[in-house]
């Protein structure tokens, strides 16, 4: 929390590992406002409270001052350039979506959530860029691997903020760890069910944590995808627990509780994020633990890839190739020394590799990194034959791909 002060004072902080400047600390009659200047992946977030305040003449904020805030104290201070608003925000009685240009003409989303933890009544708003959002949105929703949904990396600084300032703010009323898990449990129990059907048109669509933050809904697995990227962020150990026709968040427990769910290693306790109706470790009667999938919080990057060949030569005994893999890591998170193999497969899915082959190091692929590599490749003449490319690396599962049955008579 910035101390109130009438003084510039610059403050430096760390963001994605590199070190930023903040910029001084603004008074503007009894409200304070912090701006931090940062960037991540290409997004800028934002996460305030509310405590509204004309602007002072010449601060072209267009009504818009807001701060997070707990019991009347300021908890969170704006994250990037302050946006122009287009607005006026909202009654706080509800969660609303609010839509509003930064002096740059950046559109951004604002959404408020509110919600109560040990008496206390706590208020929350989150301003994403429309890039982010529409980035998200964009992305495909047929994975079933539920918590690569969780680990994007260009999310980060979105769901590290609400983290930093739940956990902050936990301690600065003497919150212990657990009640700090549970304060940001209940904050994601705020957000309102509402099916895929219904908002989306179809009968699954898991939300990344920036489109469950942005539309102000979801289903049980877009609620218990948020609550695992922000519980993650925080240092706590969690898992999705996924059962037939329903998700949860596992909370990792010493295995000493009475009620828990195991991987034969892990025991997690059960959290139901739809609803405040059971405590942690409650299991609702009609789900069934034996019917549970669990998912760590595991960066599992997914490749893809296209094989291109053409003949641009041949002799007596063969005919040359030339042959072209375009790769993407699709995400999350990072693909690490990755390697384009190509090679001639002979009669062919006997796994018997015809030389030469090639492995072409292309080194490590950010999220949604692409990559390139070629070679020229022989194939003997006479024989039934076939192109392969095997995508293989560190962190991702290898990925091959295989030609139709060349006939090079």
């Known amino acids: 929390m910035s101390e109130i002060t009438k003084k510039t004072k610059p403050i430096t902080f760390q963001v994605m590992g590199i070190l930023f400047l903040m910029a001084a600390v603004l008074i503007t009659g009894s409200v304070i406002l912090s701006f931090l200047f940062s960037h991540a992946n290409g997004f800028g977030f934002y ?9 002072s003449e010449g601060n072209d904020i267009s009504g818009y001052i807001q701060m997070s805030t707990h019991d009347g104290q300021v908890l969170s201070s704006v994250e990037g350039p302050i946006p122009v ?7 706080d009685s509800s969660n ?8 740059d003409d950046s559109v951004y989303y604002s959404q408020t959530f509110h919600w109560e933890f040990e008496g206390d009544q706590w208020s929350y708003t989150v301003y994403i860029p429309e890039d982010s959002y529409t980035y998200f949105k964009s992305k495909s929703h047929t994975r079933n691997d539920y918590e690569q949904y969780a680990l994007s990396d260009y999310d980060r600084a979105c769901i590290r903020q609400i983290a930093d300032t739940l956990t902050v703010q936990g301690q600065e009323n003497n919150y212990t ?11 994601v129990q705020s957000i309102p069910y509402a099916s895929d059907l219904s908002t989306t048109g ?3 669509y898991p939300r990344y944590p920036v489109e469950t933050l942005v539309d102000g809904y979801g289903d049980c697995e877009d609620s218990a995808i948020l609550g695992a990227a922000i519980l993650n962020e925080m240092g706590f150990e969690v898992a999705l627990l996924e059962f037939p026709h329903h998700m949860a968040l596992g909370l990792k427990s010493d295995g000493t509780k009475t009620k828990t769910i195991s991987d034969g290693t892990h025991h997690y306790e059960y959290v139901e994020t739809t609803t405040t109706d059971f405590e942690v470790g409650e299991i609702p ?3 069934d633990i034996d019917q549970v999938t669990i998912h760590p919080m595991v960066q599992v990057p997914k490749m893809s890839a296209t094989l291109t060949y053409k003949p641009v030569a041949f002799d007596l005994e063969f005919v040359y190739y030339k042959v072209e893999a375009d790769l993407k890591n699709k995400g999350p998170g990072l693909a690490e020394n990755v390697c384009a193999h190509f090679f001639v497969e002979v009669n062919p899915d006997s796994g ?3 030389p030469p082959d090639f492995d072409i190091a292309i080194g490590n692929l950010s999220e949604d990194g692409t990559g390139y590599a070629s070679t020229t490749l022989r194939v003997p003449r006479g024989e039934e034959a076939k192109i392969a490319l095997t ?7 290898p990925v091959t791909l295989k030609t139709e049955i060349l006939h090079d008579d």
């Open 47 to 55: 996460g305030v409270l509310h405590d509204h305040e004309p602007p």
């Open 85 to 91: 608003a287009d607005v006026t925000p909202g009654s």
């Open 96 to 103: 609303e979506k609010l839509e509003f240009k930064d002096s």
């Open 177 to 187: 760890q657990k009640e700090i898990a549970l304060n940001a449990i209940a904050f």
């Open 202 to 204: 179809y009968d699954e």
């Open 285 to 287: 009667s009609n789900v």
């Open 352 to 354: 018997e590799i015809y």
């Open 391 to 397: 995508v293989h690396g560190d962190t991702f599962d």
